[in-house]
């Protein structure tokens, strides 16, 4: 299936630092989706951009659908504790019936 | 509150048998997903639903069947032909009609393992 290259695979951070995140593709997306996954747990929807050049925040976290509509990044900054898991991009194809694909997702840990 | 639940949270399985993964929302979503999620990996997709009694075949079908008899339910049966069941399988739903593509809910997962 198609494929999103999601980077880094995995952080090790200290409390405190910012995050930074990204999603590439080859192809085209309408919509970008970034999405937290807790231990043992589904993942939960952070933060949705429907449109190229968009940046949208949600307290410390900041995500940018990228302009070419190929790619798309997340920040968190200033991390604590709780931010730590798996965080997922996901994008919906044009044409694709809504149906999303993932990337392989990051897991961050943070150090206190 | 709408939601989607999942049950059970955890689910134990002998080899040969086949076990149900329950899957229920009341956000009257149209579309439902079953995704496995194996240790530090990312989601691959089992099946799909966009409409009662329809279902399309994921990534990795085999070993697995589905039925989408209501709406609210989408239940994944584990087959004893599916070699390797041990993981984290996740249900999830989604409006297909809606202007705006608010992505998918999941569900908090059921962790299967074989014993």
């Known amino acids: 299936g198609q494929q999103l290259n999601q980077s880094p695979q995995s952080m090790f951070i200290q409390e405190g630092e910012d995050v930074s995140m990204n999603c590439t593709s080859s192809s085209i997306f309408n919509t970008w989706l970034w999405y937290k996954q807790d231990p043992g747990e589904g993942p939960v929807l952070l933060i949705a951009?429907?449109?190229?050049?968009e940046l949208t925040s949600n307290g410390r976290l900041t995500a940018q659908f990228g302009i070419t509509r190929k790619d798309s990044f997340l920040n968190i900054s200033a991390s604590i504790p709780s931010d730590v898991g798996i965080y997922f991009c996901a994008g919906q194809l044009s044409g694709s019936a809504r149906q999303l694909t993932f990337g392989s997702g990051t897991q961050l840990t943070v150090l206190p | 509150d709408g939601g989607i639940t999942q049950s059970p949270k955890y689910l134990f399985r002998k080899e040969g048998q086949n076990v149900t993964l329950s899957c229920e929302q009341n956000?009257?979503?149209?579309?439902m997903y079953w995704y496995r999620q194996d240790p530090g990996q990312g989601l691959r997709l089992i099946y799909y639903s966009q409409i009662v009694n329809d279902f399309q075949k994921g990534d990795i079908a085999e070993g697995y069947s589905v039925s989408r008899e209501k709406k609210e339910s989408f239940p994944l049966t584990v087959t004893s032909a599916q070699k390797n069941p041990t993981a984290f399988y996740l249900c999830?739903?989604?409006?297909?009609?809606?202007?705006?593509?608010?992505?998918?809910?999941f569900g908090s997962g059921t962790r299967l393992t074989v014993v």
């Open positions: 951009l429907y449109k190229a050049g």
């Open positions: 999830a739903s989604s409006h297909l009609l809606a202007r705006t593509n608010y992505g998918y809910t």
């Open positions: 956000l009257n979503h149209d579309a």
